[in-house]
């Protein structure tokens, strides 16, 4: 009952209702936004949505307007040099992700669900078909976002997805909202560079300690 039917009545009015309350804050984003640097307030970027149909996510824009479009930021070689300066805060609070709340409207995302993976994301796409992630409608947070976010690697990270679906209830979405928002408040897991980047940095850590401790 409540994956096939009040889920999404939920998300409905959780979208609708986010949108009036934040319908100001959102307008001062986009002026920001605006008086930052040249380009479009909003970026739109095709992923991947319920049984693997294409839709168009959308963002505030974070990014430098000649940033190469459906690359992820994991693939960019210095992804900090192509983000703004405002885009930096939006990203680092999540506060970029705020107009995915009509792709929820719409009925294109859930709010709470696994994140929409590229159209080219593969590698991910693959991992979670394994699990059944990618019959169900993304979301704007989930398992996955609270349990390590930009750091995971591809094979984790499609995993806590299906950990996702067969927990997937009222009770465990409430918990993966609060958990999100806990997560925001910390800035848990927001790397800039994405998939395994933490896991990246840690080993080169270890290499400078270990190149040290030989002097």
Known sequence: ??????????DFIAATAGIV???????????????DSP???????????????????????????DTPHDAPTHELSDPKKWITKVGGFLR????????QLFNIWLGQMAVIGPRPALWNQYDLIEERDKY??????????????????DELEIDVKAKLDGEYIEKMGLFFDIKCFFGTIFSVLKHDGVVEGGTGEMKKQEAREEEKQEETALK
Not at 1 to 10: G, N, P, S, T
Not at 92 to 99: A, F, M, W
Request: net charge positive; proline share 5%; aromatic share 12%.
């Open 1 to 10: 009952m409540y994956k096939h039917f009040l889920k999404r009545v939920f």
């Open 21 to 35: 309350v934040l319908s100001l804050p959102m307008i001062v984003i986009a002026i920001a936004i605006k008086i």
């Open 39 to 65: 380009g479009p307030v909003f970026f739109k970027q095709k992923r991947v949505g319920k049984n693997k149909k294409y839709f168009n996510i959308v963002k505030f824009r974070t990014m430098r307007i």
């Open 92 to 99: 680092k609070t999540s506060l970029d992700e705020l107009p």
């Open 132 to 149: 059944g992630a990618n019959d169900v409608r993304p979301g704007l947070t989930g398992w996955a976002q609270i349990n390590g976010r």
